[in-house]
């Protein structure tokens, strides 16, 4: 290109350099950009930078935060999946025992509390689970208020 325009980072309305090399198309395109070279060009003044930089930050801020929340909706929607499981497969062992309702119900209550004895549940032969599940149910283990 002929002609190079270097604008200075100064903001007390100095006016812009020009440089320009004189080839026979330079000069034919300098005639018709004169009544240009007479004007004062500035640089945007810092704050509108500043402001701009602030917007942007705002921005990324926001999406990382809604980020945040749907990664906390995944890996509830994934405990919820692995618990629905959890519970399934202890109401399968807990009708398999023959209990009362009323005894199904507090036991799923107290598994659903504390979800660590699912999986001594799991490790034990019938008789044991049987002998486990009245235990718990028994000695009220789970609620609120022990009583051993």
């Not at 799991?122 to 009245?134: G, L, P, Q, R, S």
Request: with cysteine.
């Amino acid at each position: 290109m002929a002609k190079s325009v270097d604008l200075e980072d100064d903001y007390d309305g100095n006016e812009m350099q020009e440089e320009t090399s004189f080839s026979p198309m330079s000069v034919n395109q300098s005639s018709g950009n004169q009544s240009q070279s007479g004007r004062k060009k500035r640089a945007r003044p810092r704050s509108d930078i500043c402001v701009g930089l602030e917007k942007l930050a705002k921005s990324l801020d926001n999406m990382m935060e809604k980020s945040h929340e749907e990664a906390k909706l995944l890996i509830e929607a994934a405990k919820n999946r692995d618990n629905n499981k959890m519970y399934d497969s202890v109401w399968e062992e807990i009708t398999k025992m023959n209990l009362h309702v009323a005894d199904q119900i507090k036991a799923l209550k107290i598994f659903a509390e504390q979800p660590w004895n699912v999986s001594a549940l799991k490790n034990m032969d019938e008789a044991t689970k049987i002998e486990f599940v009245m235990t718990l149910i028994n000695h009220g283990f789970g609620s609120k208020d022990i009583k051993i």
